[in-house]
């Protein structure tokens, strides 16, 4: 548990422009002579009650509801006064310049969640997750936040950095009694133990990484030479009309991004500039910004003409392709094929890819592409699944990297067991940054750094 911060934090958290409602949030130590200059009189705990909130002259800023928490049983941990007035800027404004005048001082981003975390109201992961429920931009990213929220994903970590900890004990017991210290370690089933927190390991890490998936979504790249439909395939996706869509070679100069959901799955889709030897200083920006959208992208849909094979210029494009990016080819225009929609596995650029036919004008075989994207960024709907971000995966792959240490070190004939306990405990560790116990303070502003004021 963490000292209270002694300073008092306000700040507007509903969004910025007008609405019928706006709230002004205040955290501090200790509120009651707060409240009472701002109101009047006193206000009964967890109760919301009407008042008027008066400015230093005695004069009337707005009429609204108030909610007094006292500490510690409030979001923060700390007294926290909540006032609901009417959601003009203005309005808003002087309420909040009336409570800094009081002593407040503006909170900063991600400040209030920060201060639950520091009392011990929250773990990190959960306070990741209030502000991942904020942006979810899905129905499945909002609910799987939620799941963090209320403690999912952390009870899942506790119980293997639990399960390491009884097995750490276990491994400090025996190196006091050398001549015994394997036997016993067989008696105890360690081996097996080991095996099976490296099974749980890989569950939490499968739920995790779709938990991923949901808040940051999958960034694909339309990429082909001109003409091959990478713009009608965009607008297919996003069902509107965002790129234009001319025969005329090299129509699409700069990149066009769209986000949009396929079973609740966010996919960033970027078209851009068809990959040829450019005819000027315009067009060789476009490709440039390609190659920049190919290196950032989890992956690439290679787009083809169906009535032609891969052409020379095709297989240079793919030899290009960064090594590990997946990749499909779509066979586009097959309503002038005359073909059915299909899809197969085939070796595309030294690396094993589908191969998709479709037609983007007429909408023939999307359901197939839109399956083989959610089958490539491993999806799927399970309720084991909670919101997650890359240093949530980190830790986890980190702590199965000493996990396989540890029990590769067990595997010896004459196990070194201070190696064997050395990773068990850098295992605990990097499992017990994700909920907060292990983690240095820069991170932590920096985590808490991206919230919204007000949050």
């Not at 080819?329 to 094929?337: A, C």
């Not at 299909?342 to 094993?352: A, P, W």
């Not at 007429?362 to 909670?386: K, R, S, V």
């Not at 590769?408 to 116990?437: C, D, K, M, V």
Request: aromatic share 4%; charged share 25%.
């Amino acid at each position: 548990m963490h000292e209270t911060p002694p300073d008092t934090i306000a700040a507007i958290a509903t969004p910025a422009g007008r609405g019928g409602v706006g709230i002004v949030r205040v955290s501090g130590g200790n509120l009651v002579a707060f409240v009472v200059a701002l109101t009047g009189g006193t206000l009964t705990p967890r109760r919301a009650a009407c008042a008027d909130f008066k400015a230093s002259d005695g004069s009337l800023i707005d009429s609204g509801l108030t909610l007094y928490f006292p500490a510690p049983a409030s979001f923060t941990g700390e007294d926290v006064l909540e006032l609901h007035g009417h959601g003009g800027p203005v309005v808003m404004g002087l309420l909040l310049a009336r409570c800094l005048e009081l002593g407040a001082r503006l909170a900063e981003p991600g400040e209030f969640t920060r201060r639950a975390f520091l009392n011990g109201k929250l773990d990190l992961a959960q306070a990741e997750a209030v502000a991942d429920l904020i942006d979810a931009s899905t129905a499945a990213a909002a609910k799987s936040a939620a799941r963090s929220l209320t403690g999912e994903f952390s009870r899942a970590v506790y119980a293997l950095v639990e399960e390491l900890t009884d097995l750490r004990l276990l491994v400090e017991a025996t190196l006091d009694f050398p001549e015994e210290e394997i036997d016993f370690l067989r008696q105890a089933d360690a081996f097996n133990r080991v095996i099976r927190l490296d099974a749980r390991l890989r569950e939490v890490h499968a739920g995790a990484k779709r938990g991923k998936l949901l808040q940051a979504g999958l960034r694909v790249v339309l990429i082909g030479q001109p003409n091959v439909g990478k713009s009608s395939l965009l607008n297919l996706l996003s069902g509107d009309e965002l790129a234009i869509v001319t025969p005329i070679p090299g129509t699409t100069r700069d990149a066009l991004k769209s986000s949009i959901q396929i079973h609740g799955i966010p996919l960033h889709i970027i078209d851009t500039a068809g990959l040829r030897e450019a005819g000027d200083e315009v067009e060789k920006i476009g490709i440039a910004r390609t190659w920049k959208a190919v290196s950032e992208a989890d992956l690439a849909l290679f787009l083809v003409d169906a009535r032609a094979d891969l052409t020379p210029d095709d297989r240079a494009i793919l030899e290009k392709l960064p090594e590990g990016l997946p990749r499909v080819v779509v066979r586009n225009k097959i309503d002038l094929t005359s073909e059915a929609p299909k899809s197969y596995s085939q070796g595309i650029g030294g690396v094993e890819g589908m191969v998709i036919s479709l037609s983007a004008k007429t909408g023939q075989g999307l359901e197939l592409l839109e399956t083989t994207l959610l089958e490539i960024a491993g999806w799927q709907d399970a309720e084991d699944t909670f919101v997650a971000r890359e240093r949530h995966l980190q830790a986890i792959d980190a702590g199965a990297k000493h996990l396989a240490l540890a029990r590769t070190e067990l595997e010896n004939p004459l196990p070194a067991l201070e190696l064997f306990a050395e990773n068990l405990r850098l295992a605990q560790n990097s499992l017990s940054e994700i909920t907060g116990e292990f983690t240095p303070d820069d991170l932590l502003g920096e985590i808490f750094g991206r919230f919204c004021i007000g949050k």
